[in-house]
């Protein structure tokens, strides 16, 4: 088939089983290109696929990473031949002192602080780059909360390309760190997330070899959310779990397991059962929460203030997509005070040995007031995920976490203390 010419720059490459793109809103169909709005209506694209013959045996043969299920993603098929951060196939971690303590029978901690730059956000990177190249994008680049920041910076590194990262200036400062070590543009912006985000849209209008990854790649970048579901659900040993609690700052990965859960079922891959997706949120930065309590359909926008600053997006792109998963699946979007989300980092490190960031935190309250309030069924096999690393957000514990004592270098000094 001839390649379909996508943008003043290049024809579109080899995008594996992907065979189109969709409007989620009123489903007008166009080829696969650089594109991310509806040419109708201005709605969000989706990828469309064909897997073909694609078995469970096919992936379990894969490499150790997310290019496992790379027969599910809208990348080549020779995408881990490329230089590139290799993330996924992080831990799935029996959590049955987390469990006891809360009162559930059977958790799982999802652990992404274990992929390559400590957070969920190199899976989304590494499938927009492989997109973008195909594309015939030149450069990485995106606005950030913190974390996408350190993905794109560090995938742009190994991949021996340039990147333009934009992040608001009042960032925590180890995310800060983390993001310039690596090189590239890297430019701090007096605004918040929002602000960030407007910008990133009109730099991407000018800059047309930019790929912006969650913005004018964002349909390719945000199927890379997809591999946390089929990780799951093969970890589990190719079962869906009942009930799932997943952070949610733009919706994209809340709504993006769930599309894999769903690809799973309807290829026979897993047993077609229900389960109940839920969001999470922090008070400070609760818009879709704050629609999903209300009953509404739409996602008002806010003004971000809390901790939780890699989850504070106030105008949330995929918002309304979460309140339809979670309302079709009989979940719910709940959120917790910032006090709450340092309990939660508190909670999950004391019981299971796993420093999450802010946004576990956030999962770990919002896991704990949904089994206090009964809407969450404390028999049923329960996955949260924790989708970043504690030590970019020591600033949350530092007030209230110390060493037991300090003490003179002798052992009369440590029996004055009184800690045997
Ligand atoms: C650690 C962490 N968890 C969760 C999220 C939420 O992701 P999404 O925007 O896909 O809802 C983010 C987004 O930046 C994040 O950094
Ligand atoms: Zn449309």
């Known amino acids: 088939m001839a390649p379909t010419p996508v943008n003043d720059l290049t024809p579109a490459g080899n995008l594996g089983p992907a065979t189109a793109l969709v409007c989620r809103e009123c489903g007008h169909r166009r080829e696969l290109g650089a594109f991310y709005a509806c040419e109708e209506c201005f709605g969000p694209l989706e990828i469309e696929y064909d897997f073909g013959g694609l078995t469970r045996a096919d992936i379990e043969s894969g490499p150790a990473n997310i290019w496992r299920y790379r027969g599910l993603l809208p990348v080549p098929a020779n995408v881990a031949d490329t230089p590139n951060t290799e993330p996924g196939l992080t831990r799935l971690v029996r959590a049955d002192n987390l469990a006891e303590a809360l009162g559930l029978q059977r958790l799982w901690v999802k652990d992404d602080s274990g992929n390559p730059t400590h957070s969920f956000k190199d899976r989304v990177v590494a499938v927009a780059l492989a997109a973008a190249r195909e594309l015939g994008f030149k450069v990485l680049a995106c606005p950030s909360t913190g974390n996408l920041a350190n993905a794109v910076a560090a995938a742009a590194a190994r991949a021996g390309i340039r990147s333009a990262v934009f992040v608001p200036s009042n960032l925590e400062q180890q995310k800060i760190i983390t993001t310039a070590v690596y090189g590239g543009t890297f430019v701090t912006v007096d605004g918040n997330y929002d602000d960030?985000?407007?910008?990133?849209?009109?730099?991407?209008?000018?800059?047309?070899?930019?790929?912006?990854?969650?913005?004018?790649?964002?349909?390719?970048?945000?199927?890379?959310?997809?591999?946390?579901?089929?990780?799951?659900?093969?970890?589990?040993?190719?079962?869906?779990?009942?009930?799932?609690?997943?952070?949610?700052?733009?919706?994209?990965?809340?709504?993006?397991?769930d599309k894999a859960f769903q690809e799973l079922i309807k290829l026979g891959f897993v047993e077609d059962k229900p389960y109940r997706v839920f969001g999470a949120q922090a008070e400070g930065c609760g818009p879709v929460s704050a629609a999903f309590k209300a009953g509404h359909d739409v996602v008002r926008p806010v003004k971000p203030d809390t901790i939780a600053k890699s989850l504070a997006i106030g105008n949330p792109a995929d918002g309304p997509y979460v309140l339809d998963v979670v309302r079709r699946t009989g979940g719910a979007v709940e959120d917790v005070t910032d006090a709450q989300v340092v309990d939660g980092i508190r909670l999950l490190a004391r019981t299971e040995g796993i420093f999450g960031e802010t946004a576990g935190g956030v999962t770990v309250s919002v896991l704990k007031k949904l089994i206090d309030d009964g809407r969450l069924d404390p028999s049923a096999e329960t996955v949260i995920i924790n989708s970043g690393d504690g030590l970019k957000t020591l600033d949350a514990v530092s007030p209230v976490v110390a060493p037991s004592a300090n003490i003179a270098p002798s052992l009369a000094a440590f029996r004055a203390a009184g800690l045997a």
């Open 196 to 257: 960030v985000n407007r910008l990133a849209s009109e730099i991407a209008g000018e800059q047309e070899d930019w790929a912006f990854v969650n913005v004018n790649v964002r349909p390719y970048y945000a199927e890379g959310s997809k591999t946390l579901g089929y990780e799951i659900a093969e970890q589990l040993g190719w079962r869906l779990p009942d009930q799932i609690v997943v952070p949610v700052a733009s919706g994209s990965q809340l709504t993006k397991i």
